[in-house]
Each structure stands twice: as C-alpha cells, then as structure tokens.
C-alpha cells in the first residue's frame, strides 16, 4: 500500500512561528491527503508535555488526536548540529540542521537526559548540540542512534547554505562532516531549493534514498504538504515507515520547482543594505561572490553551488514531479494574493467536492480532471490545473537571498 507523508513540521516553539493547533493541522492533512506528519519539535520539553496532552498511541509507533481518527502524527523534531571545521565561511565551524524521528515518548525522554548530560541547550524548538571537534560530534550522533534501533537522522535541506552540503561548509563529500557514522545515514531530505535530479548528480548522495517534506512552519493549505514523499509500506506504522526510508522503497516525491525555493540563485535582495534594487546571477555569479552593487559577500545559490561539488559516475533514479499548492493555483488564475479570499476557498472547496484529497487531484488524469471539473469551475481555473499538471510554470524571478520565486503559469 502507498501513504503519503510529510515529516518536518515546526511548532509554536521555533522561532518565526506562530500559535500552531495539532487539530488544525489535522484538518488541512485531511484536505491535502497527507495521511503522516511530523510533530514538529518534539524534543522540546514544553512541546513534549503538550503532545503527551494531546496525542494519543495507536500502538504502531504513530499517534492521533482526540477528535480525528484519520491524522497520524509522528513524533519529530529538527536540530542543528555544529562543531569545529575549516568553513571560511562561518569562521571555522562547521554546521548542519538535521531531521531526527523518534519511535516513541520514551525514546524522547532519553534524548533529553543525554541533552542535560551533553550540557547542551534544549530551551527553543530547533536546538543546537554544539561540539568542540568532529570526534566529539561523531560519538553524539552515535549516542543519539543508540537510543532505539528505529531512530531516524535525516540530513535536512541538505544543500542550503546550512544543509550539511551546502555552501557555508564548503565540504566534498559527507564523510567530512559524519566520518565512520555516514554509513549509518539512510537518507537525505532534498529542501525547497533542489530536488532529486540536481542531487543525484552528486558524489556521496546518489545512492541515499531521498525524500521530500515542506519544513512547515503553519496549518495553511499551502505550507502543509507543499513537500511530500511517498511511501511504499505494507501497513500504516512508524516502523513500516522507517523500513522505507531505509530500504528506498519511496514511490516518488513532490517537490518545489527549485527556482521557487529561497535560495536557488546567487543573489542580494532589495532590502539589503546599501541596495536599492536586487540582484541575482542565473549563470556566472562573481568569481569571489562578492556584490557589485553593495560589495559584501554572497552566499552561493544552491544551483552554483551544486556545480562545484563533485560529481558522481554511478547516477541512480529517483522518481519525483514538481507541483504547487492548489489554493495558490485557484489564487493566481483569478489574480488574486491572498490565498484566504472567499473566493478562492469557496473554489478550493468546490474542488473537493470532486476529488477525495488535493494529491488525489494532483495524481489523477488530464482527462479526468477535465471530465469532474468543467461544469463545476471556471475555464480559466481549470485551464492554470492543468497547466500545472502538465509543469507548465516558472519562476521569475527565480528565488535568492531569502525571498522565493515569483510564480507565473502560462496561462
């Protein structure tokens, strides 16, 4: 059987975030078709007491809440771990956010005993585990693996600029950052700003199995699910789920259209001091990344700097399909902003009425589509979802420097 999942999520307690309901988020999970989703931040002492309040077991490694019998929940968190290096970038540190998945409570429990033993912070929803050498790093990870066989590290976003492969590390190969523990990462999470046909090029990834989650930081229709992966799985289980992830038995991926993400290109917004324009480089970015308008440095785009890493012999497949959120489709064609117009709800909902799920939409034929919805919405909506369905979008601009991608569909 397949089930859709999508597990990075961020809570109330990370910064930028606001108040975050699990029943909202079951709600839109509903709407979209996600059947699995991380907790977000589930390390976090106040954030595991609040999910020990309104979670409860399914006895198969996943939980619901009281008043949804269809959303699963699993428990998760994300942490950056950093430690000594040679970045020049960051002045001899090297970093990495990293996606972790936990089994149960108690496994949870004993990560947070081992964060007072390690004598490291665990005051905000995205911790930090700072190390003093790569020796002291390498035993964590370790450390953190061993506390249940069905523990999950999960590289996050993994070529950013603080993706483990990404620019502020300026490292080759990930046996730099992990050592002798690569062997124990089963799989990397791709990141808005790249997908699987950029990091199958690269040495040292092609062979993982890779997924897709949205890193979502709101119950929105169009942050929840706007990443997903699914999963091949005989059941419904937390366990079933890791055996996937171990196993690359992974249907296929949704994924942003890398140029939306926000740090595709090499560039400098607006807003950035000593600029009154913006700037960014698809092809040629300086040599020294230094701004010609403001003369600072930039950080490499994660398409420039996949190009400097080096590049593998033994390319493998991974199946993936670029998409959009739905509700920011229905916004565009009738040239809206806003995604929480009534018109565009109303139309979202109407929608709905002829497809169980947003993925269902989304997986279904041209020809089916056309045959459910032309009676029920306008040509010009439904002209923008099948353009879509047939990935005839763009960016532009492309995303840069923080700011995503300016979508345009051909319409």
Not at 45 to 69: A, T
Not at 202 to 220: C, K, N, Q, R
Not at 388 to 407: M, R, T
Request: proline share 4%; with cysteine.
């Amino acid at each position: 059987m397949k089930i859709t999942a999508d597990l990075h999520s961020h809570s109330g307690y990370a910064g930028g975030v606001g108040n975050i309901q699990l029943k909202d988020i079951a709600e839109t999970m509903q709407y979209k078709g996600i059947n699995v989703y991380g907790t977000g931040d589930c390390l976090l002492l106040q954030r595991s007491n609040e999910l020990r309040k309104e979670l409860i077991s399914c006895d198969n490694g996943l939980y619901k809440i009281k008043d949804n019998s269809k959303a699963n929940f699993l428990l998760q968190t994300e942490v950056i771990l950093t430690t000594k290096g040679r970045s020049s970038y960051m002045k001899n540190k090297l970093m990495a956010h990293h996606i972790i998945l936990f089994p149960n409570f108690e496994s949870i429990d004993k990560m947070q005993a081992y964060m007072i033993k390690w004598k490291q912070k665990n005051t905000i929803g995205r911790p930090y585990i700072v190390t003093e050498c790569r020796e002291r790093l390498i035993d964590i990870l370790y450390e953190i693996k061993n506390i249940h066989p069905l523990i999950e590290i999960i590289p996050a976003h993994i070529v950013t600029p603080d993706g483990v492969m990404g620019s502020a590390n300026r490292l080759s190969h990930p046996e730099e950052f992990y050592g002798d523990f690569f062997k124990e990462i089963n799989a990397l999470e791709t990141g808005l700003s790249a997908d699987p046909g950029m990091l199958c090029e690269v040495e040292g990834l092609s062979h993982l199995t890779m997924v897709s989650f949205s890193d979502g930081h709101s119950s929105a229709l169009n942050r929840i699910g706007r990443e997903f992966t699914v999963f091949d799985v005989n059941e419904v289980s937390y366990k079933e789920i890791i055996n996937a992830i171990r196993n690359n038995k992974i249907l296929f991926t949704a994924e942003f259209m890398p140029e939306e993400g926000r740090y595709h290109l090499t560039g400098h917004r607006a807003n950035k001091q000593g600029h009154k324009e913006a700037i960014y480089f698809v092809d040629n970015p300086p040599k020294d990344y230094f701004c010609p308008i403001c003369n600072k440095k930039m950080a490499p785009g994660v398409a420039d700097w996949i190009k400097q890493l080096p590049k593998t012999k033994k390319r493998s497949k991974h199946n993936f399909l670029h998409l959009l959120p739905l509700i920011e489709v229905i916004a565009y064609a009738y040239g809206l902003k806003s995604i929480k117009s009534p018109k565009v709800c109303k139309t979202y909902l109407d929608i709905l009425q002829s497809f169980e799920t947003e993925i269902d939409l989304w997986q279904s034929s041209e020809e089916k589509i056309r045959l459910l919805l032309t009676k029920s919405i306008s040509a010009n909506i439904l002209n923008a979802i099948i353009k879509v369905k047939n990935q005839d979008f763009y960016y532009d601009p492309p995303g840069f420097d923080g700011n995503y991608g300016v979508l345009k569909i051909n319409l």
